[in-house]
């Protein structure tokens, strides 16, 4: 039995019958205190300062003169543009864990709440500019962080953590809290701390602690290797809640896609007004927020402007025009029709229609990449040859249109992943679930050892060209 930490739920999936079960409990809420003292001691190494509102510019640490154990600790931060300071705590200066403040685009910096290193997070609920408060809360091995009274960070440290050699005292104990500036300047204010007592637990902590001995996520976390799931629908049974706490309880970023347009499963968007009121919904939401255009029709329902709230754009050619004219899902045996001409014709065909859909639909990413209908799949590597996979390719390097590592189908190759990367062309990693009982990018971190892929290779927003792209309607529907 697993289950999940969250603020207001608990998640439990039964091994048995792979069937999530969610139940509903009141908990406490991220920013209540009982008797907190302000947090207003510091030594820089040269002097003693008495604020609770320090501020941290590059360079500069700031030591609390007081150990702690279990504590929750609030306050507020605000940032400048590029700026960045860090808060330690159970530190002597080298050891213990750091909580990232920094703010601004998705770009591939690791974002306000993130626990550096273990639970890296790349989209941010605060904004620079502008004051936002925040929690740390350690109780137990159980650490929680909340930014904006949303919990980002719920993590428990196992029996056996693993840690690289760099990282090899990041780790529960006890020690201080200090301030580290490392870009620009951060400032906080009405820094305060409240110590709990040593049996202190998160009641909503009820996951029995992943085994990092055999996880692979938590040593993509500690090479500081995006670890995002561009990919993720609320649909069968996934509920955003469930995915706010599987997300925290895996280490993996998500990004929640609804699909836009006709044709497809789950929730469908169908006009700018539902675009507009689904944004509002999980804007707040620690995921990064995408949508899928669905279909073909998509690109004549929608304005640019009103999926440009999104922080990215993705498509597949899992739908195209056939060589009939007919709107053919070829994830459907009944719709993959191949009348009249040989599988090899289909294959040329279904080509000219993805070139077709990359060229002239504003994505950012291809998704469901190089998917064939079941006829053919079982011949991948027969059908995408040399020809089709450059034709593909030189599309998504000319638009800059990053290509998706597709966990649930484990497309493209490896090969295919090898050519792409070799022309600099970016990746995103996506799953394309059906339901709340999916993996943990198996597939996509494969393909990280297999082909040699570094962070400098994943795909973010900030790179999106999208928004610049000329939409053209190159089907003529009825």
Not at 125 to 151: H, P, S, Y
Request: net charge negative; hydrophobic share 35%.
């Amino acid at each position: 039995m697993n289950t999940f930490c969250h603020p207001t739920i608990a998640v439990r999936i039964e091994a048995a019958t792979a069937a999530i079960i969610l139940f509903l409990a009141v908990l406490t809420s991220c920013g209540r205190n009982n008797s907190p003292e302000p947090l207003d001691q510091w030594d820089d190494g040269t002097s003693t300062l008495r604020t609770a509102d320090p501020v941290i510019t590059e360079g500069r640490k700031l030591f609390n003169d007081k150990e702690y154990q279990n504590f929750r600790l609030t306050g507020e931060a605000f940032t400048k543009p590029g700026s960045e300071a860090r808060l330690l705590f159970h530190t002597d200066g080298e050891s213990g864990y750091e909580v990232i403040f920094r703010n601004g685009d998705i770009d591939g910096t690791r974002k306000s709440g993130s626990l550096a290193s273990v639970r890296n997070l790349y989209r941010s609920l605060a904004k620079d500019g502008e004051w936002f408060d925040f929690e740390i809360t350690v109780r137990g091995q159980n650490i929680m962080v909340c930014i904006g009274g949303t919990e980002v960070v719920c993590y428990t440290e196992p029996e056996h953590p693993y840690r690289t050699e760099e990282h090899a005292r990041q780790l529960l104990s006890q020690g201080s809290i200090a301030l580290q500036g490392i870009h620009g300047e951060v400032s906080f204010r009405n820094l305060a701390i409240e110590r709990l007592a040593k049996e202190a637990r998160n009641e909503a902590d009820t996951l029995a602690p992943t085994d990092e001995r055999t996880d692979g996520i938590i040593r993509l976390q500690q090479r500081d290797f995006p670890v995002i799931d561009y990919h993720v629908h609320l649909k069968g049974g996934l509920t955003k809640e469930m995915a706010h706490a599987m997300s925290m309880n895996y280490g993996i970023n998500y990004g929640v896609a609804p699909n836009a347009g006709e044709g497809g499963v789950g929730r469908m968007l169908a006009d700018d007004k539902e675009v507009y009121d689904y944004f509002n919904e999980v804007k707040g939401l620690p995921f990064l927020c995408g949508v899928q255009g669905e279909g073909r029709k998509w690109t004549t329902t929608f304005s640019q402007e009103s999926l440009g709230i999104f922080d990215y754009l993705f498509t597949d050619a899992m739908t195209i025009i056939d060589h009939k004219g007919r709107n053919s899902r070829i994830y459907r045996a009944e719709e993959a029709l191949f009348d009249d001409i040989t599988l090899e014709q289909y294959m040329n065909h279904l080509v000219d229609q993805t070139v077709l859909i990359l060229t002239n639909e504003p994505a950012d990413i291809y998704a469901n990449p190089t998917f064939l209908p079941d006829t053919m799949a079982h011949d991948y590597d027969k059908y995408w040859t040399d020809e089709r996979i450059e034709r593909v390719l030189d599309v998504l390097q000319q638009h800059g249109i990053a290509l998706e590592i597709n966990a649930r189908y484990r497309i493209p190759s490896f090969e295919i992943i090898r050519r792409a990367k070799a022309r600099g062309i970016k990746f995103t990693f996506g799953t394309n679930n059906v339901d709340a009982d999916f993996g943990r990018l198996e597939y996509c971190a494969e393909a990280i050892k297999q082909c040699g892929l570094t962070a400098d290779d994943i795909w973010f927003p900030s790179m999106s060209t999208r928004r610049s792209r000329p939409i053209v309607i190159y089907n003529r529907f009825e």
